[in-house]
């Protein structure tokens, strides 16, 4: 890693300030918060993928002692369109109805009823005094089965969106959208060689291990106070607030320390019902998930279908490359197309190229954001077709992907040039790695795969407050997931000269502090750090004013150096320097305590790369696929905290192993998860995966003071290729849908 050796504090690697509490159990997690007199919340979900709720009587669950209130579909607002934004946002009515089901329950675990009750025994013996009549309907649940135009219909009220013109027949696609440029038919006539195949990717689940939990309490003025575990607690506010039909200042939230999300936690579930039972109970209510419930009915990532098509000249010009890809939504539109649209050709400078995307309800959950929405999906397909491109030419995939690869200056599928990037420099320093060079045991197999995402900027607020003794502290309002409190110390640090051990981060709730859009898509650092920096920047400003009034001089010539105002060089040489602890310790005396401010919507958030190296082996006996080696390597702009980068990549990197290897959603005939747990349902554990290898790459942002662009989401994307590419090679034989599990092995072995 190229280290940044002008900075002081950045670049260095502290102690993590959230380590102790979560070590010694300090730490407040959801599920943590008690208050008197609480509730507890428990929800009845259908026991059918697809039915008409033909009515519901919670009677006998009331009449249940201990059992203080229950509430159905019929007794929230009405469900009106709109949109709230966000990761976690879309259509207000399919939010409503996702939390508690109205006409029909669309997936197995969709939430129909639910109580609140003086203990969680009791809560989950009032769930069996429901009495719900259903009228169970064929449940949809292939991706390509439901856009048949003889498929049973999830909506009759669904119109494709995005047509070129306006359909006036219902329809399980919810949306469809197309990229294009040049001209592709052109591009393939050009091309000496061509591969064409088709990829499914299963639906997977986050992993994250705190399941979802929050505790709502109504005051007699009716005004709702939420503790939740959530990556965006301001547009848990808005989501809720829509849902309510009531004002976002009738609303209260409190983010509590995140057990994990990676985007599965941008989604409201539990908040809306927690408050509606405390309001009708006029007690607080808290409710938790179990791990099944989590399984059942919160978001995974999509389920894909993508048939790709790339052509090339034999010195390894790619000419165009084609694609179609479907993923399934779940019961409401929002799969990610529109981000697996624009990453798929995203690594490459490409005169020819078209994209057409599928948004496609299935009687499944409504899916969420996981890393890299959309992107390792699409991105695995296009990668797979780069390697087998480079098995037809002969070529070193390396070579092939420098040869074709985007740069500062090309223009991007989606539209605008590319400023600095590093997927150059990646590449090469890939190509030189020990692990891409050093021997392969025999039978083993080594792939490469390239990973990307946007990077986004969007809003934030902070506020950097300093005390009387000249300590720091910053306020900000983004859920700390990935390690952000240290990364706004170590800017703060940066900044103002003063060391990190002086300055602590919290996370304020939605009354405490600005507004902060959700902790994803890789923008914290980015974006809440720029507001950390101007408000930092604010501090130093009315720092040299002070300091200037102080001595009786103009405010030019004052400077700030390491911490502390001094005179500019070459005047008022006898003037002592003040210390930010001296100019606080007199604040009282020249103005007032010294606050700053910043609220901004960031732009420029710069793409960012990875390279991953795979080495894995394989049992011809068994079809078990062992990873024997693997090296991820990424431009992080500059890395804040590098010890946080690395466990972003390697993090990352498990994830996209798993997906690969182990993970996915088995559904029966009926729509029935059947792997809803850990047990059955297997993520990586330590003893599965070798030391995963890092190497940091910086190419600084200039959108961002110190050159930050976002690490968390790009890490997933290319073990997916990287390994499938890897498995290819050991077995001389691609396999075409993930995950690569024994049974699927084996199968490719025997054919």
Same mark, same amino acid.
């Given at each position: 890693?190229?280290?940044?050796?002008?900075?002081?504090?950045?670049?260095?690697?502290?102690?993590?300030?959230?380590?102790?509490?979560?070590?010694?159990?300090?730490?407040?997690?959801?599920?943590?918060?008690?208050?008197?007199?609480?509730?507890?919340?428990?929800?009845?979900?259908?026991?059918?993928?697809?039915?008409? +709720?033909?009515?519901?009587?919670?009677?006998?669950?009331?009449?249940?002692?201990?059992?203080?209130?229950?509430?159905?579909?019929?007794?929230?607002?009405?469900? !009106?369109?709109?949109?709230?934004?966000?990761?976690?946002?879309?259509?207000?009515?399919?939010?409503?109805?996702?939390?508690?089901?109205?006409?029909?329950?669309?997936?197995?675990?969709?939430?129909?009823?639910?109580?609140?009750? +003086?203990?969680?025994?009791?809560?989950?013996?009032?769930?069996?005094?429901?009495?719900?009549?259903?009228?169970?309907?064929?449940?949809?649940?292939?991706?390509?089965?439901?856009?048949?135009?003889?498929? /049973?219909?999830? $909506?009759?009220?669904?119109?494709?969106?995005?047509?070129?013109? /306006?359909?006036?027949?219902?329809?399980?696609?919810?949306?469809?959208?197309?990229?294009?440029?040049?001209?592709?038919?052109?591009?393939?006539?050009?091309?000496?060689? &061509?591969?064409?195949?088709?990829?499914?990717?299963?639906?997977?689940?986050?992993?994250?291990?705190?399941?979802?939990?929050? &505790?709502?309490?109504?005051?007699?003025?009716?005004? @709702?106070?939420?503790?939740?575990?959530?990556?965006?607690?301001?547009?848990?506010?808005?989501?809720?607030?829509?849902?309510?039909?009531?004002?976002?200042?009738?609303?209260?939230?409190?983010?509590?320390?995140?057990?994990?999300?990676?985007?599965?936690?941008?989604?409201?579930?539990?908040?809306?019902?927690?408050?509606?039972?405390?309001?009708?109970?006029?007690?607080?209510?808290?409710?938790?998930?179990?791990?099944?419930?989590?399984?059942?009915?919160?978001?995974?990532?999509?389920?894909?279908?993508?048939?790709?098509?790339?052509?090339?000249?034999?010195?390894?010009?790619?000419?165009?490359?084609?694609?179609?890809?479907?993923?399934? @939504?779940?019961?409401?539109?929002?799969?990610?197309?529109?981000?697996?649209?624009?990453?798929?050709?995203?690594?490459?400078?490409?005169?020819?190229?078209?994209?057409?995307?599928?948004?496609?309800?299935?009687?499944?959950?409504?899916?969420?954001?996981?890393?890299?929405?959309?992107?390792?999906?699409?991105?695995?397909?296009?990668?797979?077709?780069?390697?087998?491109?480079?098995?037809?030419?002969?070529?070193?995939?390396?070579?092939?992907?420098?040869?074709?690869?985007?740069?500062?200056?090309?223009?991007?599928?989606?539209? *605008?040039?590319?400023? *600095?990037?590093?997927?150059?420099?990646?590449?090469?320093?890939?190509?030189?790695?020990?692990?891409?060079?050093?021997?392969?045991?025999?039978?083993?197999?080594?792939?490469?795969?390239?990973?990307?995402?946007?990077?986004?900027?969007?809003?934030?607020?902070?506020?950097?407050?300093?005390?009387?003794?000249?300590?720091?502290?910053?306020?900000?309002?983004?859920?700390?997931?990935?390690?952000?409190?240290? !990364?706004?110390?170590?800017?703060?640090?940066?900044?103002?000269?003063?060391?990190?051990?002086?300055?602590?981060?919290?996370?304020?709730?939605?009354?405490?502090?600005?507004?902060?859009?959700?902790?994803?898509?890789?923008?914290?650092?980015?974006?809440?750090?720029?507001?950390?920096?101007?408000?930092?920047?604010?501090?130093?400003?009315?720092?040299?004013?002070?300091?200037?009034?102080?001595?009786?001089?103009?405010?030019?010539?004052?400077?700030?150096?390491?911490?502390?105002?001094?005179?500019? *060089?070459?005047? $008022?040489?006898?003037?002592?320097?003040?210390?930010?602890?001296?100019?606080?310790? $007199?604040?009282?005396?020249?103005?007032?305590?010294?606050?700053?401010?910043?609220?901004?919507? @960031?732009?420029?958030?710069?793409?960012?790369?990875?390279?991953?190296?795979?080495?894995?082996?394989?049992?011809?006996?068994?079809?078990?696929?062992?990873?024997?080696?693997?090296?991820? +390597?990424?431009?992080?702009?500059?890395?804040?905290?590098?010890?946080?980068?690395?466990?972003?990549?390697?993090?990352?990197?498990?994830?996209?192993?798993?997906?690969?290897?182990?993970?996915?959603?088995?559904?029966?005939?009926?729509?029935?998860?059947? $792997?809803?747990?850990?047990?059955?349902?297997?993520?990586?554990?330590?003893?599965?995966?070798?030391?995963?290898? &890092?190497?940091?790459?910086?190419?600084?942002?200039?959108?961002?003071?110190?050159?930050?662009?976002?690490?968390?989401? &790009?890490?997933?994307?290319?073990?997916?290729?990287? /390994?499938?590419?890897?498995? !290819?090679?050991?077995?001389?034989?691609?396999?075409?849908?993930?995950?690569?599990? *024994?049974?699927?092995?084996?199968?490719?072995?025997?054919?």
């Amino acid at each position: 890693m190229a280290e940044a050796s002008d900075y002081k504090a950045i670049g260095t690697r502290p102690v993590r300030p959230d380590g102790v509490d979560k070590v010694t159990g300090r730490a407040q997690f959801a599920a943590d918060q008690n208050m008197p007199n609480m509730l507890y919340g428990k929800i009845l979900r259908s026991p059918h993928a697809h039915a008409r +709720i033909k009515s519901v009587d919670v009677s006998g669950a009331l009449a249940m002692d201990g059992v203080l209130a229950a509430v159905t579909g019929a007794d929230f607002p009405a469900a !009106s369109g709109g949109e709230v934004g966000g990761e976690g946002g879309g259509d207000v009515a399919d939010i409503a109805c996702n939390i508690m089901a109205r006409d029909k329950a669309l997936y197995h675990g969709h939430a129909v009823a639910a109580v609140a009750a +003086i203990s969680q025994c009791i809560a989950e013996q009032a769930l069996d005094a429901i009495e719900v009549e259903y009228e169970v309907l064929e449940p949809v649940l292939d991706v390509i089965a439901a856009m048949a135009e003889d498929a /049973t219909l999830l $909506n009759d009220n669904n119109f494709t969106k995005g047509l070129p013109e /306006t359909s006036d027949k219902p329809s399980n696609v919810a949306t469809t959208m197309t990229l294009a440029r040049g001209n592709v038919e052109e591009g393939f006539e050009q091309a000496d060689v &061509t591969v064409e195949s088709e990829y499914r990717l299963p639906m997977a689940h986050q992993g994250y291990i705190e399941p979802h939990a929050c &505790t709502a309490s109504v005051n007699e003025e009716g005004k @709702a106070t939420v503790w939740c575990s959530t990556q965006g607690h301001f547009e848990f506010r808005s989501m809720t607030a829509k849902i309510l039909n009531c004002k976002v200042s009738d609303l209260k939230f409190i983010a509590a320390e995140i057990g994990g999300g990676f985007g599965g936690k941008t989604v409201v579930y539990l908040e809306p019902v927690a408050v509606m039972l405390s309001r009708q109970s006029g007690r607080p209510v808290k409710m938790m998930m179990s791990r099944e419930e989590v399984f059942r009915a919160t978001g995974p990532t999509s389920a894909t279908v993508v048939r790709i098509k790339v052509g090339a000249k034999n010195d390894g010009t790619i000419t165009a490359a084609r694609a179609w890809m479907a993923y399934e @939504a779940g019961a409401f539109a929002g799969g990610p197309i529109g981000p697996g649209a624009m990453a798929i050709y995203a690594p490459y400078d490409l005169e020819n190229f078209h994209v057409e995307a599928y948004d496609v309800l299935v009687n499944k959950p409504k899916v969420a954001a996981y890393r890299a929405p959309g992107a390792p999906q699409a991105m695995h397909a296009m990668e797979c077709a780069v390697d087998e491109l480079a098995g037809k030419l002969r070529m070193d995939p390396i070579d092939l992907r420098l040869k074709n690869a985007a740069d500062e200056g090309t223009q991007a599928p989606y539209g *605008p040039k590319f400023p *600095p990037i590093g997927l150059k420099s990646c590449l090469e320093a890939a190509k030189a790695h020990p692990a891409y060079n050093a021997p392969l045991p025999d039978g083993a197999g080594r792939g490469v795969g390239v990973g990307f995402w946007f990077n986004i900027g969007m809003q934030s607020s902070a506020e950097v407050r300093i005390n009387e003794d000249g300590t720091v502290i910053v306020m900000e309002g983004s859920p700390d997931i990935g390690g952000s409190r240290a !990364s706004m110390c170590l800017m703060a640090s940066e900044t103002l000269g003063v060391p990190y051990e002086q300055i602590k981060a919290y996370v304020g709730d939605t009354e405490s502090t600005g507004f902060c859009n959700v902790t994803g898509g890789s923008r914290t650092t980015f974006a809440t750090g720029m507001a950390v920096v101007q408000a930092c920047d604010d501090i130093i400003t009315q720092c040299k004013s002070r300091t200037a009034a102080t001595w009786g001089v103009d405010e030019d010539q004052v400077e700030w150096q390491d911490g502390q105002a001094v005179p500019m *060089p070459g005047v $008022n040489a006898e003037l002592t320097p003040l210390s930010l602890a001296d100019i606080a310790g $007199n604040a009282a005396k020249t103005g007032g305590p010294l606050l700053g401010r910043a609220s901004l919507n @960031a732009q420029g958030a710069g793409a960012s790369y990875s390279v991953n190296i795979c080495d894995l082996g394989i049992d011809r006996e068994t079809g078990k696929v062992d990873v024997l080696a693997f090296t991820a +390597i990424q431009d992080a702009g500059t890395a804040i905290h590098p010890a946080y980068v690395e466990g972003q990549m390697q993090g990352g990197a498990a994830q996209g192993l798993g997906w690969a290897l182990n993970e996915e959603y088995l559904y029966d005939d009926q729509g029935v998860l059947e $792997n809803a747990g850990f047990l059955d349902y297997r993520i990586p554990v330590a003893s599965d995966l070798p030391m995963i290898e &890092t190497q940091i790459i910086e190419v600084p942002n200039p959108s961002h003071p110190y050159g930050v662009r976002g690490v968390g989401e &790009t890490p997933i994307v290319g073990p997916l290729s990287a /390994t499938t590419n890897a498995a !290819s090679h050991a077995l001389g034989k691609r396999i075409y849908e993930l995950p690569l599990s *024994p049974p699927r092995v084996l199968d490719a072995i025997d054919e």
